[in-house]
């Protein structure tokens, strides 16, 4: 039989047993807010596709057609779709996972299980919809009759990159969100200025040289250039400092991200 | 099967009141504070004087469990019964000692927490399941039981925002229950379910106790507290006040209530009830009335502040709820003002009532009717013994008294055949 033993100030060791145990939960809490999410609607999970669709055409038209950005010889609209799918994925998932803790408040108050699973669960959940917007670029890919090069393959290397981001970030916001209700704020300022300081409806190559590096600071830079270079080819060059830093940013906010959680989450029963 | 289930040791908890607030209000309180006067805030902050109050919500709780047993935890409201709840259900992490629980643990301190209103029943079981740490196969494989126990199966593919609260606590408990636990933690859901549920539930409890394992069961029904459980331990201001057998920590339980425990029960402002004393027609102290009596209750406060015509509201509850009340929100009569120290009483004249135990509550509110100076709080309690036969009462049925509402008013028959009868109490007994 197993046998739980806690003590004030030392909780630690029995927390990743717990995690494993209840590992089925990440995907549980994901199902309930992926049925939830399109809930008494009419179109249904076709709203994953609709919505890029329509920011892709506003955004071939702004930043193509209007700003007459340069392409690089691929499709505007693929261009632009392979920044918004990683950009769609990351900052559904950083508000989402950020606003999870406080939505769930009813449970954090009443329930026990690893709150960092409610969090990441948050991350799945727009994960699934990356995925069905995913469809999207296949289909355009189609009308373009374009084939992706062989680094497609490493398309999930990146995918991982922006899932680490996500997780990271959202962590972070979500246990500051617990006692800081300010971030419910901040957040749709991250994402909506995001949008546009991120390489999302241009290439980042525009940005001038000197500037590059300071650009690449966004981790979102070097993701998304990956999902160009590796989807649409070598006329998107890998600005390899960029993939770097990103690499690097990723890296140092998912492990303080999980850390600082797991230092506030014993609190946040008492301050939610 | 005596093994040890849960050991508790030295368990505290404590809340820091003042810091908590300041989290919650956000940056903008501690911003405030220091753009008006920078160098007062950082000594206050070093010194730690920053509004930070210490609340010990448990202390120095020491005890320890054997499998099979069924202990009652009681206490009245703010006594630490939930705070060590949410400790053993590892809600919140202890300021200091330690505890120990052989077993799976499945705690039940809400009804339907853990569901999502948007879901159906059926989603809503394999979720709440999940959420305790039932692998889906295991729910899978209970999931005719829950059903069928929770007696749902025709709104199985209902959102549950549609379903009645009795259906709603039915599943919670059923989900809970099939678990399977080693211990059950359960606080004072059966309330909302209806009588014939709650006796399911105490009896599935029973059965969890009967195959060896432990349950914690928190309530303010004592019936329920004494049918279900041997053992009960009484919380008071954090701390274990007795812990024995049920009957006798019950009986302690109601006797703190009454005179001389010297306890004061707090309430907002500075208001605290010092003392309560029921006395009988003739003034005499009692606990125990016959039906008919005046039942009369004088209540000792003590007001730091003035407070200006405050509202008091006495209750008179039995085993089925609410019997009568003196509520001054209605009757309008109320007292000018409190200051220190000062009695105020009320007479229930010849009550009605068939023999059982009662509590007697007390709320206090502020002179706008709205703000609470007190929340209602049992204050006292009291038995009415009498024979059936004083009630007029000479079926054959008399054990089902237990089943009837406890207020009796005379009333009349009239039979087919032209008779009347009248039942009514014969002429009121002065003492037995």
Redesign the interface.
């Known amino acids: 039989?197993?046998?739980?033993?806690?003590?004030?100030g030392r909780?630690e060791r029995q927390y990743w047993r717990d995690l494993w145990?209840?590992r089925?939960?990440f995907f549980?809490?994901a199902w309930?807010d992926f049925?939830?999410r399109y809930?008494?609607t009419v179109v249904g999970v076709s709203w994953s596709v609709i919505r890029p669709l329509l920011t892709m055409l506003i955004l071939t038209v702004v930043f193509g057609k209007l700003g007459k950005m340069p392409s690089g010889g691929s499709p505007y609209p693929l261009l632009v779709l392979c920044g918004m799918l990683p950009w769609n994925f990351f900052s559904t998932a950083i508000s989402d996972s950020g606003n999870s803790m406080v939505a769930n408040s009813?449970?954090?108050?009443?329930?026990?299980?690893p709150r960092l699973i409610i969090g990441v669960s948050s991350v799945i959940t727009s994960f699934v919809d990356f995925l069905i917007s995913a469809l999207l670029m296949v289909g355009l890919m189609f009308w373009y009759r374009f084939v992706p090069p062989v680094s497609a393959l490493l398309l999930p290397l990146f995918t991982l990159l922006a899932f680490g981001a996500s997780v990271g970030i959202g962590l972070w916001i979500a246990a500051l969100m617990v006692?800081?209700?300010?971030f419910r704020f901040i957040v749709p300022f991250i994402v909506q200025f995001g949008l546009y300081l991120s390489p999302v409806g241009f290439k980042s190559s525009i940005v001038p040289d000197r500037f590059r590096l300071l650009y690449s600071l966004n981790p979102m830079v070097g993701i998304i250039d990956g999902f160009r270079w590796s989807l649409l080819g070598a006329q998107n060059s890998l600005y390899l400092p960029a993939l770097i830093i990103s690499i690097i940013e990723v890296a140092v906010i998912l492990i303080s991200g999980v850390l600082y959680f797991r230092r506030t989450e014993?609190?946040f029963?008492?301050?939610i | 099967m005596s093994e040890t289930a849960i050991v508790i040791e030295n368990l505290g908890k404590r809340y820091v009141i003042g810091k908590q607030k300041q989290g919650v209000d956000g940056m903008s309180h501690i911003l405030e504070g220091v753009i008006r006067s920078p160098g007062a805030w950082l000594k206050l902050r070093r010194e730690g004087k920053l509004r930070q109050v210490d609340f010990w919500a448990l202390r120095n709780v020491s005890l320890s469990m054997n499998q099979g047993e069924v202990v009652g935890i009681i206490g009245r409201n703010g006594a630490g019964k939930s705070t060590l709840l949410k400790l053993l259900s590892r809600i919140t992490v202890p300021t200091e000692g330690r505890f120990r629980i052989n077993g799976r643990t499945a705690s039940l301190l809400e009804v339907g927490t853990g569901f999502h209103q948007e879901l159906t029943g059926r989603e809503n079981i394999f979720l709440n399941g999940a959420i305790m740490g039932m692998a889906h196969a295991e729910i899978a494989k209970k999931f005719d039981q829950i059903v069928d126990f929770s007696e749902i199966e025709n709104f199985l593919d209902t959102p549950v925002k549609r379903y009645s609260s009795g259906m709603y606590v039915r599943l919670a408990f059923a989900v809970a229950a099939h678990l399977e636990p080693e211990v059950l933690i359960v606080d004072e859901v059966l309330a909302v379910g209806d009588a014939a549920f709650q006796k399911k539930c105490l009896g599935k409890m029973e059965n969890i106790a009967q195959s060896g394992r432990t349950v914690l069961f928190v309530s303010h029904n004592m019936d329920a507290v004494r049918t279900l459980c041997q053992r009960a331990i009484l919380f008071d201001g954090g701390e274990i006040r007795a812990d024995g057998h049920v009957d006798t920590v019950v009986e302690d339980y109601f006797s703190r209530f009454s005179t001389s425990s010297g306890q004061q029960i707090r309430g907002a402002y500075g208001l605290a009830i010092e003392q309560v004393v029921l006395k009988n027609d003739g003034g005499q102290e009692t606990r125990q009335f016959c039906p008919g009596e005046d039942l009369i209750i004088e209540i000792t406060f003590d007001a730091q502040k003035c407070l200006e015509k405050p509202y008091f509201i006495l209750a008179v509850r039995g085993q089925k709820g609410n019997c009568f009340t003196a509520n001054m929100l209605l009757d309008g009569h109320r007292p000018k003002f409190l200051n220190g120290k000062g009695k105020i009483s009320c007479r229930f004249k010849s009550i009605p009532l068939l023999p059982q135990r009662y509590m007697v509550q007390l709320a206090i509110k502020a002179n706008n009717g709205i703000d609470v100076l007190m929340h209602y709080e049992d204050i006292g309690s009291f038995i009415v013994t009498a024979d059936l036969a004083t009630y007029g009462y000479k079926g054959e049925f008399q054990t089902r008294v237990s089943e009837a509402t406890s207020v009796v008013i005379p009333y009349e028959w009239q039979l087919p055949d032209g008779t009347s009868a009248t039942v009514s109490l014969s002429a009121p007994v002065s003492a037995i």
Do not use: P
């Open positions: 039989m197993n046998q739980l033993v806690i003590e004030a909780t145990r209840y089925e939960l549980f809490l309930r049925l939830v809930k008494q009813s449970l954090i108050s009443k329930i026990y299980f006692k800081y209700r300010d014993r609190t029963a008492d301050v």
